[in-house]
């Protein structure tokens, strides 16, 4: 008796939806949405004996991550039942394609719409501010987006400190950003999506501009790059109350400002000054956060106090006074020099030594900060300028 090896093999064939269900779960890796939603699968062919030939669109030709689609793609396909090789061959989408990439991507709101101003925004943005430079701004910014991150919010980081940029090597961000018509698609590290403006100069090139570019700048950070849906997005301003920060309150007025002062009274009295910026600009005061509070003696674990005390309290008193409203010191950060080599490493401390003393802190402040982005704490921590003009 013949047996019917034609219908044995159809029957062992892969099933189109199912291909197209598999690819369904792969995302794209820079927009972070399935790339059949996004309209980047070409074409799918299967062939004798479940081999099966899928085509990917890229955004543009250079795109960094092709290699990664490729693999993503590789491996969702073979899991299909059926399925006995799988060929991924890359296209480019032409400039029609990138157009309506980029409207659905915007959901036919207008182009140059800071999406964290509109009304119902669920983002809580945190301006992290400071007096003067080199009391760790930045390095508290980082490793605050990496532990909220790890805890599992989605969030983003914006390197508003144009002339100072230093977030992408901290937190350990190697690739560029790819441009779809005239959205950005920001890189990513340790689940913090960033932006910086060392991202598109040369080697280490200073930035000469003045307030103009800089608002400039800001609201292309803002407005043209992809975010997604983030929980929290931080601001790492420049050290001061100058350009950035009043274009920060007219681009995004809800945004909270995080004080980041050190102990001494000279660091307290500027970053007080820094945070009164609130009451002109009619912004909230989220907290102060003391970094480089003390050093552990390796011997005897006594806090010795290298930078003085008090200032953490200092500058927080001072914002109460000023508002008219408590402003709550969230926490205070000891001098840890794994947190300096974090930062050089771009592994955050946070993330490589979470228990270590300046981990420890930073992680508990994240954890205040993030439960006000989920809503656990509702508005505790935000606080109303009572002086407005």
Known sequence: MATDTSSAADAAAPEQDAILDALSTVNDPEIHRPIT???????????????????????????????????NVTEAVEKVAGVSSVAVTLDVMSDEQRKDL?????????????????PGS???????ASGKGGVGKSSVTVNLAAAMAADGLKVGV????????????????????????????????????????????????PVVWRGPMLHRALQQFLADVFWGDLDVLLLDLPPGTGDIAISVAQLVPNAEILVVTTPQQAAAEVAERAGSIAVQTHQKIVGVVENMSGLPCPH?????????????????????????????????????????????DGKPVVLSDPDSPAGAALRAIAGKLGGRAR???????GITPRNKF
Request: charged share 20%; with cysteine.
């Open 37 to 71: 939603e996004l309209g980047m699968v070409k074409s799918v062919e299967i062939g004798e004996g479940g081999a099966v030939a899928v085509t990917v669109y890229l955004t543009v030709s250079g795109c960094p991550m092709r290699e990664t689609i490729t693999k």
């Open 102 to 118: 980029a409207a659905t991507l915007r959901g036919g709101t207008a182009e140059r719409e800071v999406p964290f101003a509109k």
């Open 122 to 128: 669920l983002t809580r943005v945190y301006a992290v």
């Open 158 to 205: 914006v390197d508003a400190d144009i002339y100072g940029h230093s977030v992408p090597r901290m937190l350990g961000v190697e690739g560029r950003p790819t441009q779809v018509e005239n959205m950005i698609m920001p890189p990513s590290a340790n689940g913090v999506k960033v932006i910086s403006i060392g991202m598109f100069t040369p080697g280490n090139a």
């Open 300 to 344: 005897c674990d006594e806090m010795v106090d290298v930078f003085g005390s008090g200032g953490g309290q200092k500058v927080a008193d001072g914002l109460t006074k000023t508002v008219g409203a408590s402003v709550p010191v969230l926490g205070s950060i000891p001098i840890d020099v794994r947190l300096r080599e974090g930062g050089d």
């Open 375 to 381: 809503g656990l704490s509702g508005m505790s921590l």
